[in-house]
């Protein structure tokens, strides 16, 4: 059964730093997410992407956040300069075209910024 | 703003009995979805009942939407060991949105 992977399944930085995580959707979806949770909190919402394009955002996605498809299996999100309170679970999330919300999600990039 | 909000928090059983889980939200929607997440993993999408829908059934499971009172109950019968992990209702962040939100769920213990 097809899958969303993510990668890598553990990054640990340094305040300030870049980084990049990387999700493969689910190859016929066209919806793609980007979900956090910090340990023990709910799961928030980041960011959505349909057709090339953020489709909706929540007030957590600022400037310091960004995401791209830059070929056609691959959805990364980018932190540009981490902050401690960035460290969280990091999901992927992917949806088939047509009318429907199911969302599946990836196994998450643990993020830890020291 | 839209809330997904789920009770109990914890809930403890053995194994065979059934295991009910309640969601409150508070705007409209369009759909309403249940998740499961096993400690530390992904989320595993479970079902999705529409607005126009009042009771969605998937093999153990049994959802019911009641949108006048903004609630949604998801109900697992003869429950396994297995089916330990937490269970999250996810209605969309806007009615015409697909973005989810999450409450803080229902840790299901079941123990054999």
């Known amino acids: 059964e097809p899958e969303v992977t993510q990668t890598p399944s553990h990054q640990v930085t340094q305040m300030g730093q870049e980084v990049i995580l990387r999700c493969v959707p689910i190859s016929n979806h066209l919806y793609f997410y980007w979900y956090r949770q910090i340990l023990g909190q709910k799961v928030e919402f980041l960011v959505s992407?349909?057709?090339?394009?953020?489709?909706?955002k929540s007030e957590i996605f600022d400037d310091q956040f960004s995401v791209e498809r830059p070929d056609g299996s691959n959805f990364t999100l980018k932190i540009r300069s981490t902050k401690l309170e960035d460290s969280a679970m990091y999901f992927c999330?992917?949806?088939?075209?047509?009318?429907?919300?199911?969302?599946?999600f990836g196994p998450g990039t643990r993020l830890t910024v020291t | 703003s839209q809330q997904g909000e789920e009770d109990p928090q914890a809930l403890s059983i053995q194994e065979g009995e059934n295991a009910t889980m309640n969601c409150s939200y508070k705007t409209s929607i369009n759909n309403l979805q249940w998740y499961r997440q096993n400690s530390g993993r992904g989320l595993v999408h479970l079902i999705l009942?529409?607005?126009?829908?009042r009771e969605k059934h998937s093999g153990r499971l049994r959802v019911t939407l009641d949108t006048s009172k903004k609630s949604s109950s998801l109900l697992i019968t003869a429950s396994r060991a297995a089916d330990t992990a937490s269970y999250f209702c996810a209605p969309p962040k806007t009615q015409a949105g697909t973005a989810l939100i999450f409450g803080k769920g229902t840790t299901l213990s079941v123990s054999s």
């Open positions: 999330a992917s949806s088939p075209p047509g009318v429907s919300y199911e969302q599946y």
């Open positions: 009942i529409r607005s126009n829908e």
């Open positions: 992407f349909y057709n090339n394009e953020i489709s909706e």
